[in-house]
């Protein structure tokens, strides 16, 4: 028994969706397939579904075969013509690929010189702060195959071993599903791993290299190998992803063949210091942030996932040491200076002394900071500065709100979208939005619309080969040439409008029209909204000031919107034609040059002209050097990482 229909589940049958209809499928006796372009599977194999390759607006055809064929055929076809009926609980809750992520800006760079640098590795800067203590090396050892061959009367023993090993990793992965303070987007991520590890494609397939004589740690290795490689030729970002987690599957059962497992973060010593070749987003979200004395790692830069949740959470951070990492393994002690960008493994005892004097220095600031957390700065005029937080996920409310943050000056919305396998849904985007606005109220929170370009990628979205990415389609020119990704977003932003304070910028502005063009967008949506009975709300609409055209363009800029926020990471690249990324021009990229403090002051007169805010969200926002400067110029409200609010505000507060 059969029968067809056009796939209506968005974005396709993977991930989330693709487990969902395994589930259904599972619930009946019948042998259920699902057909797509000749090409069968069994429906109740989530990796085979996935690998079929399924995407919205397909015809597939399902069959089924026993007692209960008509009840299936029912539920199944029912689902993929209206995947928002009956089992859907999260439509979207957010499944997380293992990738590490980021789109955070650089900290500031201060090269030590040659002479200062003895007994030191270099590195980079990734995480400003010292630290000096116990290394804790976090190496996952390698496992390789040995490709030994059984002797028959051995296989069966072996196909024992390998299930108890299968078992076993299913009951962790169970086990830790059901712990409470597991974060969603944990939660996202071992569902997705618990799901492979129990799925027939992969076990299928090292079952069969067993029973053919292979040992089953190399069985297990030659199938999870065999299978990421078909997710990775795949055409689809999103699959493409799943072979890392499959790789990671495989790992863990090898792992419990061998009776061991992964070094546990959990058991890091306090204020340690914790060195690897890299962190993926699956370890770091698991590791006790609160007891790392700092972060050492042989990949990454400042603009990596490891290094923005370095800074928010105040630990200082050495990264991209290269090849000299593979030194530091055997190491017991070591000093990171997170400022300068090094590390000083054994260190001797004048850099012992140095660095214990230093530590001594910052914790007597941060305890003679304490008293400004919770203050609000003002002008001496009474004006009052808003001194807010840039975050980018919603992990961070707790730590901006103890660092004293008066609202949020920027929300990076595009972590939301790079971080899953597929586009965040609009009901998804809502409650994201509408949480944020209120654990910050009666503060504003400024929700900045998506900002991705060609050297960002973003599962979902399809960007062209360009020579200059920064200068190419990215934010708000390839939102308003999308209004199929820019709508739902603006949707959500009405929507959650009704739960506190918001305000929204665009970024990448260079031309007032591209504000016009939101507008009517905007408006487009509430329509819709009002027409399904829906409720939205109000929020200011303003730009981000980091082009040059936008200085230049800051008076009609102002006749369009309500605010503006200076976004001197970019300003200062495109000010200075110095790539922000780029080590060998980083000279060049100095927020503090004059033609880069010229645009900054323009846009500051021509908004104190107009009568609108004007504040900044870039890195500069928090350099104790500018900030004088800044509200000099006019600027209320500056917007920075967390960890660097309780300074900003001792300093406002101390001027003249
Ligand atoms: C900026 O350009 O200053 C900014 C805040 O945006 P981003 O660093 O995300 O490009
Ligand atoms: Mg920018």
């Known amino acids: 028994m059969e029968r067809s229909t056009i796939v209506r589940v968005h974005e396709g049958l993977h991930a989330r969706p693709a487990t969902r209809f395994v589930k259904l499928a599972k619930g009946f006796e019948s042998d259920i397939e699902i057909t797509k372009a000749g090409k069968s599977v069994s429906a109740k194999s989530s990796v085979k579904l996935m690998l079929l390759g399924v995407k919205e607006n397909d015809t597939v055809t399902v069959r089924a075969d026993g007692a209960d064929a008509i009840e299936a055929l029912e539920a199944l076809i029912g689902y993929l013509k209206n995947p928002l009926s009956g089992l859907e609980d999260h439509a979207d809750a957010p499944v997380v690929s293992a990738e590490a992520i980021s789109v955070e800006s650089k900290t500031p760079v201060m090269p030590a010189t040659e002479q200062e640098n003895a007994g030191f590795i270099t590195g980079i800067a990734a995480s400003e702060g010292v630290a000096i203590g116990v290394a804790y090396p976090f190496f996952p050892p390698e496992i390789a195959a040995d490709n030994r061959m059984l002797k028959p009367e051995e296989i069966p023993a072996e196909l024992q071993r390998f299930h108890e090993a299968v078992t076993h990793v299913q009951q962790r992965m169970e086990a830790e599903l059901k712990t409470d303070n597991l974060a969603e987007s944990d939660r996202g991520i071992i569902a997705a791993l618990k799901d492979i590890a129990a799925d027939e494609t992969l076990l299928d397939e090292a079952t069969g290299l067993i029973r053919g004589g292979l040992d089953a740690l190399s069985a297990m290795l030659g199938a999870s190998a065999a299978v990421a490689r078909q997710f990775s030729e795949i055409d689809d970002p999103y699959l493409n992803a799943r072979a890392d987690d499959v790789q990671a599957v495989g790992r863990q059962i090898c792992l419990a063949l061998l009776g061991q497992q992964d070094i546990n973060l959990e058991a890091l010593p306090d204020g340690a210091i914790l060195i690897a070749e890299d962190i993926g ?143 965040p849904s609009e009901d998804m985007q809502t409650e994201t939005y509408a949480a944020l606005l209120k654990a910050f109220a009666p503060y504003p929170v400024i929700v900045r619309t998506l900002d991705i370009g060609g050297d960002k990628p973003v599962a979902g979205i399809e960007f062209p080969q360009e020579d200059n990415p920064f200068l190419g389609w990215r934010g708000i020119r390839m939102c308003l040439d999308r209004p199929d990704i820019f709508k739902p977003q603006l949707r959500a932003l009405l929507r959650a409008a009704v739960h506190g304070k918001l305000k929204v910028m665009l970024p990448m502005i260079s031309d007032a029209g591209e504000v016009r063009a939101t507008k009517e967008l905007i408006e487009v949506c509430r329509q819709e909204l009002i027409g399904e009975g829906k409720a939205c709300g109000e929020f200011e609409l303003g730009v981000m000031i980091e082009t040059p055209a936008a200085v230049f363009a800051a008076r009609q800029l102002a006749q369009e919107a309500a605010f503006f926020s200076i976004g001197t990471n970019d300003l200062t690249q495109y000010v200075m034609a110095a790539d922000r990324l780029n080590p060998t021009v980083a000279k060049l990229n100095d927020v503090s040059h004059p033609a880069v403090m010229a645009a900054i002051e323009m846009t500051a007169k021509a908004a104190t002209e107009a009568g609108i805010m004007v504040g900044m969200c870039g890195e500069a926002a928090a350099r104790p050097d500018l900030i004088a400067e800044f509200i000099h110029m006019g600027l209320t409200e500056l917007s920075m990482s967390p960890a660097s609010i309780p300074r900003a505000k001792k300093l406002i507060s101390e001027l003249k």
């Open 281 to 423: 987003a699956w370890d770091f979200a698991r590791a006790p942030l609160k007891k790392i004395g700092a972060i050492v790692c042989g990949h990454g830069g400042a603009t990596s996932h490891v290094a923005i949740i370095a800074r928010t959470h105040g630990i200082p951070a050495v990264l991209g040491l290269g090849k000299a990492v593979q030194q530091l393994k055997d190491v017991k002690k070591i000093a990171v200076d997170g400022s300068k960008g090094r590390v000083a493994p054994e260190p001797d005892e004048a850099i012992s002394a140095d660095f214990h004097q230093r530590i001594e220095e910052a914790k007597a600031e941060k305890q003679a900071l304490e008293a400004y957390r919770t203050m609000i700065p003002q002008r001496a005029d009474g004006t009052v500065i808003e001194v807010a937080a840039n975050l980018g996920a919603l992990e961070e409310i707790e730590v901006a709100q103890a660092a004293g943050a008066m609202g949020v000056g920027l929300f990076r919305t595009e972590l939301l979208f790079m971080k899953h396998m597929h586009l």
